[in-house]
């Protein structure tokens, strides 16, 4: 079984430009969440999909950030125009169900450095 | 709102010594806590769930425990090897199947 993938690996880009992150869950995941680390705190979530709606949004930071599933299976996550702040790793992860008895599958990551 | 913290934030040991490390949360209303293992700019990898109705889960050296109603849980390592050697995150998993992480223990097993 492949496991959750994402892309790219690292990127840097230049503060004011836009970034797009991609996640691709395990095939008939229908759980998505996104997190993020940045320097020196702990992992936070961002939000969570059920297969194409968003379940819940609480931890996206701001209106710079705009996630999307199209379709139930991969999904993007776009920041608009980035900021120093915004520089962490981010990461993915799929579950097939939620509730007590199921954790969740991480990706690698995507390691975004705004400069 | 949900906070956990792992104590210590970094430790180092011998090969061989059995160790513990420490995570406690604040909200006991928890539908399971994971421990995860991250390698240097690798991603995350689970290493043991435990339900909220269980008290431990093992899986070949590694011991967890989790205690509700004191708001802990505890990862222990039998006879560590330098491969050991990793960050460890433990998670919460609130009502909303989001989870809480704490900042992690920096492991580091000295041949």
């Known amino acids: 079984e492949a496991g959750v993938t994402q892309f790219p690996s690292h990127s840097v880009i230049e503060k004011g430009q836009t970034v797009t992150l991609r996640c691709d869950p395990i095939s008939g995941h229908d759980n998505l969440y996104w997190y993020r680390r940045v320097m020196g705190k702990e992992i936070k979530f961002l939000l969570h999909f059920v297969k194409e709606s968003k379940q819940d949004e609480s931890g996206m930071p701001n209106n710079r950030f705009l996630a999307e599933r199209t379709g139930g299976t991969y999904s993007t996550l776009k920041v608009q125009p980035a900021e120093l702040e915004d520089s962490g790793v981010y990461f993915c992860?799929?579950?097939?169900?939620?509730?007590?008895?199921?954790?969740?599958?991480f990706g690698s990551g995507t390691r975004l450095t705004v400069v | 709102k949900q906070e956990v913290t792992q104590i210590p934030a970094a430790l180092s040991v011998p090969e061989g010594e059995n160790l513990v490390l420490n995570c406690s949360f604040t909200d006991s209303a928890i539908y399971n806590l994971q421990w995860f293992r991250q390698d240097p700019g690798k991603g995350l990898t689970s290493l043991l769930l435990?339900?909220?109705?269980?008290r431990e889960q093992t899986s070949g050296r590694l011991n967890a425990s989790l205690d509700k109603s004191s708001g802990r849980s505890t990862l222990y390592i039998a006879a560590s090897q330098p491969g050991d050697s990793a960050t460890y995150l433990c998670?919460?998993?609130?009502?909303?199947?989001?989870?809480?992480f704490g900042t992690g223990t920096s492991l580091t097993v000295i041949p």
């Open positions: 992860a799929s579950s097939q169900f939620v509730g007590g008895g199921y954790g969740y599958t």
């Open positions: 435990i339900q909220s109705s269980q």
């Open positions: 998670a919460a998993a609130g009502p909303g199947n989001q989870f809480y």
